[in-house]
């Protein structure tokens, strides 16, 4: 059975930093490109990082470019998503998230796995 966990989040001031991880069993994660993904109350799930099967590539949001970074540790089959500078515009469920595809996308709908999500919560 395949199983995505993410852990990390938490309730933290804006401005503070939160390293996110998701944890795979039943599933080679170095066999498929990840990503995160977010959603807050009353929005569409929303496009935050992804990182090549290598990790040689990553692609963020324009929103999160220079304050989030996306890395993988293929040999201890996770993928960790470090976050600075943290405004409550961040405040959402954060997923992580498996894709076949050959390329990276940006697109949920081309992502096959699912972790049941993380919340983070920033004050003002």
């Known amino acids: 059975q395949v199983q995505l966990v993410e852990s990390g989040g938490g309730l933290v001031q804006a401005g503070a930093s939160l390293r996110l991880s998701c944890a795979a069993s039943?599933?080679?994660?170095?066999?498929?490109?990840m990503g995160w993904f977010r959603q807050a109350p009353g929005k569409e799930r929303e496009f935050v990082a992804a990182?090549?099967?290598?990790?040689?590539?990553?692609y963020y949001a324009d929103s999160m470019k220079g304050r989030f970074s996306i890395s993988r540790d293929n040999a201890k089959n996770t993928v960790s998503l470090q976050m600075y500078s943290l405004e409550p515009e961040d405040t959402a469920v954060y997923y992580c998230?498996?894709?076949?595809?050959?390329?990276?996308?940006?697109?949920?709908?081309?992502?096959?796995?699912w972790g049941q999500g993380t919340q983070v919560t920033v004050s003002s």
């Open positions: 039943g599933v080679t994660l170095s066999l498929y490109n």
């Open positions: 990182i090549s099967r290598s990790g040689d590539t990553t």
């Open positions: 998230a498996a894709s076949n595809d050959v390329v990276v996308v940006r697109t949920a709908q081309r992502y096959y796995y």
